[in-house]
């Protein structure tokens, strides 16, 4: 089955710094998703973004399908951008998402 | 209030107790999912059902069994044969193929 991996595993940054998470996949998709888990463990949707590219306020993600990736962009950081941010891709179709291990984000202020 | 309701939040078993993790959605999705995530890992699927009275083993079904027999409610139970059962357990749905995938708050269950 598909592969999902992300990079880096850790991020440190400093409040106000942009920064980009990447998510490569081993086949091709027909659904991707970007996800951000809080400390209390809820997933909060960010983007839903099989292709192309979408802003959300401070959040831009791109999916370049024909690469096989997808970068997660996070800009003016905040505290509050901490967590564990995952990736997860299907190309079933039954759409079965495969998550990553995360990135794990720590914005100090 | 609509969405996914995950019950109990936290749930302690003794070794040897089957348990009963609840999942309730009032979205009218018609697929859910079940996954597992253990401390500092990713998500992993154990059992998806995308109609009423079906349902489809995932990557790590042993140990583990569902039922579907109304569209709102995919319960999850935890048997006495699943040897490593402590771990952080989400539900999942999804209104129909090429959508987005929502989930609910998580169950929390600790094996003492």
């Known amino acids: 089955g598909i592969q999902v991996e992300q990079s880096p595993p850790d991020l440190i940054l400093q409040e106000g710094a942009n920064s980009t998470l990447r998510c490569n996949f081993s086949?091709?998709?027909?659904?991707l998703q970007w996800f951000h888990q809080n400390p209390w463990g809820q997933l909060i949707n960010l983007f839903y973004?099989?292709?192309g590219t979408k802003q959300n306020g401070r959040l831009s993600a791109t999916t370049v399908a024909t690469e096989r990736y997808s970068s997660l962009y996070i800009s003016s950081s905040q505290t509050t951008d901490s967590g564990v941010y995952f990736c997860?891709?299907?190309?079933?179709?039954?759409?079965?998402?495969?998550f990553g291990t995360g990135t794990r984000l720590l914005v100090s202020p | 209030d609509g969405g996914i309701t995950q019950s109990p939040k936290y749930l302690f078993r003794k070794e040897g107790q089957n348990v009963t993790l609840s999942c309730e959605q009032n979205?009218?999705?018609?697929?859910m999912y079940w996954y597992r995530q253990d401390p500092g890992q990713g998500l992993r699927l154990i059992y998806y059902?995308?109609?009423?009275?079906?349902?489809q083993k995932g990557d790590i079904a042993e140990g583990y069994s569902v039922s579907r027999e109304k569209k709102e409610s995919f319960p999850l139970t935890v048997t006495s044969a699943q040897k490593n059962p402590t771990a952080f357990y989400l539900c999942?749905?999804?209104?129909?193929?090429?959508?987005?995938?929502?989930f609910g708050q998580g169950t929390r269950l600790t094996v003492v």
């Open positions: 999942a749905t999804r209104q129909a193929l090429n959508t987005e995938a929502f």
């Open positions: 086949d091709s998709v027909n659904n």
């Open positions: 973004i099989p292709s």
């Open positions: 997860a891709a299907a190309n079933t179709g039954f759409q079965k998402l495969v």
């Open positions: 979205l009218n999705h018609d697929a």
């Open positions: 059902s995308q109609i009423v009275n079906d349902f």
